[in-house]
């Protein structure tokens, strides 16, 4: 699905770092999501935006800080991750709240 | 709490044969449906969905899925599988209720042999 697009692919990153994950949709949604992937467990929905705003913190811990200066962009800031936060990181976007989500290719993040 | 269970985790089947892969959800509202399916290292392509009307929906890749409200189910097949459907598959379940929330099952795993 080429509508949603995420950078960098791959990230492996130190404890200490700050990092960001970019998410671009060209769908001309209004909705936009962060999930995230870990090896067998389903997927967690991490962040929602509805038209910027954010309407969804699933519990997030705050070294995770998300962005989403307008309705075509979304970022994930990441610092001072742990270990146990590599996974994948998908975006997702939909027309509305209530649509069917057109997911990212991801971001493998490796937290070392 | 809504839930939504895929109960086989790996599924087998041979080239050609149908396909029947299950999906169970538990949810307090009238839900809408979905099928995504995964292949390794990247995202989730949408194959179908149902919000209302004909319970028996059709896909893409050939894929259906059938809306049982008094089962709670929402199982997807295929008529004769083929070696590229190898991948992941996840059933979503969301509501108008609860908004932008969709709940995932933890998906299914499907091989093909040849």
């Known amino acids: 699905e080429t509508g949603v697009t995420q950078t960098p692919r791959h990230l492996v990153m130190g404890m200490t770092n700050k990092k960001s994950l970019k998410c671009e949709q060209h769908l001309g949604h209004n909705a936009m999501y962060w999930y995230k992937q870990s090896a067998k467990k389903p997927l967690e929905l991490m962040f929602v935006y509805n038209f910027k705003e954010q309407t969804e913190n699933n519990s997030v811990p705050s070294r995770f800080s998300p962005e989403c200066p307008n309705s075509s962009h979304l970022f994930l800031h990441l610092h001072t991750l742990q270990p146990e936060d590599s996974a994948l990181y998908l975006c997702?976007?939909?027309?509305?709240?209530?649509?069917?989500?057109?997911f990212g290719p991801g971001t493998r993040l490796t937290v070392t | 709490a809504q839930s939504v269970t895929q109960p086989d985790i790996h599924i087998t089947v041979s080239e050609g044969a149908s396909l029947e892969l299950r999906c169970n959800y538990s949810y307090g509202a009238t839900p809408y449906l979905f099928w995504y399916v995964q292949s390794p290292g990247q995202g989730l392509q949408l194959l179908l969905k149902y919000f209302s009307g004909d319970t028996l929906v059709q896909g893409i890749k050939g894929f259906e899925a059938e809306f049982k409200r008094s089962q709670s189910s929402f199982n997807l097949r295929k008529p004769s599988v083929h070696w590229s459907d190898a991948a992941e598959y996840f059933c979503a379940v969301g509501a108008k209720e609860y908004g932008n929330k969709l709940v995932f099952g933890a998906g299914t795993i499907l091989r093909v042999k040849s």
């Open positions: 997702a976007s939909s027309h509305d709240h209530l649509g069917e989500q057109y």
